[in-house]
């Protein structure tokens, strides 16, 4: 697929679609913005470049050139102020995009990238030489302002304390298998079972209503209440007792 600029052409008839849909967020619009200024930066080469003939060179080539517009101070070796995380006058350090701001544009730009028709595994904002530019620009920026950057450490699951208490006298303990394996279950093969457990459940319902129903016919008793129609002043009362059906239900 052909890399194209912008995402959708405009039309005749877009306007008036596009007032309906919903306005896009504003992730969108800056990831919009950026694919526009890279793609007006390659139109600006000598010989202009086009998307295809885009590599990670350019890309790198590209960050170097938005630090002329940062706004972050990141002290040089020979700054008396170097390592200092709040300097108490300013000095002529050159200013710089900050390593965050970076690594925001690289993930909107790769993003854009696929979404204009490039391909994954082509990708120059996702290779190798781009992440250890920004890993080398975050520990530069580290040690200048002298404001580290913590990353997130994984955190390491606890052992249960079913599984550190010791046994009780009497009970079995169960040694783990060397090198066995929990298989992994396939998302399409839960599926496939979660419906055949619904489907075993609607079954035994449909069964066991079955059987309350022949229970309810079968236990069906038709009694008389001896004071049925006896009701003192009541005129045409006979006195004799009427047909009352009783029903008992046998619960399963």
């Not at 993930?107 to 696929?114: F, I, K, S, V, W």
């Not at 290779?127 to 994984?154: C, F, H, M, T, W």
Request: glycine fraction near 10%; proline fraction near 8%; charged fraction near 25%.
């Amino acid at each position: 697929m052909a890399l194209t600029y912008g995402g959708a052409s405009a039309t005749g008839g877009g306007s008036s679609e596009g007032s309906s849909m919903a306005a896009p967020s504003r992730y969108e619009s800056q990831k919009r913005r950026d694919w526009t200024t890279f793609f007006q930066y390659l139109l600006n080469q000598k010989p202009p470049l086009s998307l295809a003939q885009c590599s990670e060179t350019h890309v790198l080539e590209f960050l170097k050139y938005l630090d002329q517009f940062g706004k972050t101070k990141v002290h040089l070796s020979t700054c008396a102020y170097f390592g200092h995380p709040n300097p108490p006058e300013p000095c002529g350090c050159p200013l710089k995009q900050a390593w965050g701001s970076l690594d925001a544009l690289i993930g909107r730009l790769r993003a854009a990238y696929e979404e204009n028709g490039g391909r994954p595994e082509s990708n120059p904002f996702g290779v190798g030489a781009v992440r250890i530019y920004l890993r080398e620009v975050r520990e530069d920026q580290a040690k200048a302002r002298g404001v580290p950057y913590n990353e997130k450490k994984k955190k390491r699951k606890r052992p249960s304390t079913e599984a550190n208490a010791s046994p009780g006298p009497g009970s079995a303990t169960v040694s783990p298998v060397k090198g066995h394996k929990r298989r992994k279950i396939s998302p399409s093969l839960q599926t496939r079972r979660r419906a055949s457990e619904r489907f075993r459940t609607r079954k035994k319902h449909k069964r066991l209503d079955a059987i309350c129903e022949k229970a309810f016919n079968r236990n069906r008793v038709v009694e008389a209440d001896p004071n049925e129609g006896n009701v003192p002043g009541f005129p045409g009362s006979t006195g004799r007792s009427g047909p009352v059906l009783t029903t008992v239900f046998l619960c399963i």
